[in-house]
């Protein structure tokens, strides 16, 4: 356990050169294009100022969280015995667990994921009409901002899914995994790039600043430490 603990910390830490190069492509490639996507900007806008006004959705929310933590036990194999959500609270009695278990629901957003089948079907039964599409694109948006606002709004309250996975580790994966979920959703509505052209930026962004901190971070390292040691000296005079 100590062992696994130890692990999850160290894998977080490395997860943080992923994070910043991630998020710089999403920024340069993916956001830029978000205020021209006029119908996923103004979804999110919606959900933003109906939280201003109205109480936040608890009930919704934790329906979703527990259902999303099924969803994913199941697609692990794994057996649901219990299941409760309501809104002082929510609870399921699952056979197995793992990190992408108990963190699934902070950072895939099971509303979106309702949206688009529930396009997809329609589309398999019906002909949809043009404004389809800006509709889907819409409440893209404001499923997204639900589980954006929702997820912030629950690490900060302090989280057992968290504490048990580790917050060092849980919070760059949660972050990180956000971003691509939220590229991939503008990805769709705005169709200005593939997923494959953007997956490969993502993979040589990371894969230099990785390659960068392997030749360049001891050198670096190794120059604070003489710099700390001169100031030190300074300082002691010794």
């Not at 302090?158 to 504490?163: A, C, E, K, T």
Request: net charge positive; hydrophobic share 55%.
């Amino acid at each position: 356990m100590i062992f696994i603990r130890f692990f999850k910390v160290v894998f977080g830490i490395l997860l943080l050169p992923a994070c910043v190069g991630v998020s710089i492509v999403v920024g340069r490639d993916i956001l830029v294009a978000l205020p021209g996507e006029i119908w996923f900007f103004s979804g999110l806008f919606s959900y933003l100022l109906l939280l201003a006004i109205f109480q936040q959705p608890v009930r919704t929310y934790i329906f979703g969280h527990e259902l999303t933590h099924v969803i994913w036990v199941w697609l692990f194999g794994g057996k649901v015995s219990g299941f409760k959500a309501a809104a002082g609270g929510g609870q399921v009695r699952v056979s197995k667990s793992n990190f992408l278990i108990f963190l699934a629901p902070y950072f895939f957003p099971i509303y979106c994921l309702l949206a688009i089948l529930i396009y997809f079907l329609l589309s398999l039964i019906i002909n949809l009409p043009p404004w389809a599409m800006p509709v889907l694109s819409f409440m893209l948006g404001f499923t997204w901002a639900f589980h954006l606002t929702f997820t912030i709004y629950v690490l900060l309250q302090g989280q057992p899914d968290i504490w048990a996975t580790g917050r060092v580790f849980s919070i760059p994966f949660i972050y990180l995994a956000n971003l691509l979920v939220l590229a991939s959703l503008i990805i769709f509505v705005a169709g200005q790039m593939t997923y494959p052209e953007f997956f490969g930026r993502v993979w040589r962004r990371v894969e230099n600043d990785y390659r960068y901190i392997w030749t360049a971070g001891p050198s670096i390292v190794s120059g604070q430490i003489t710099v700390c040691r001169e100031k030190i000296t300074e300082l002691t005079g010794e």
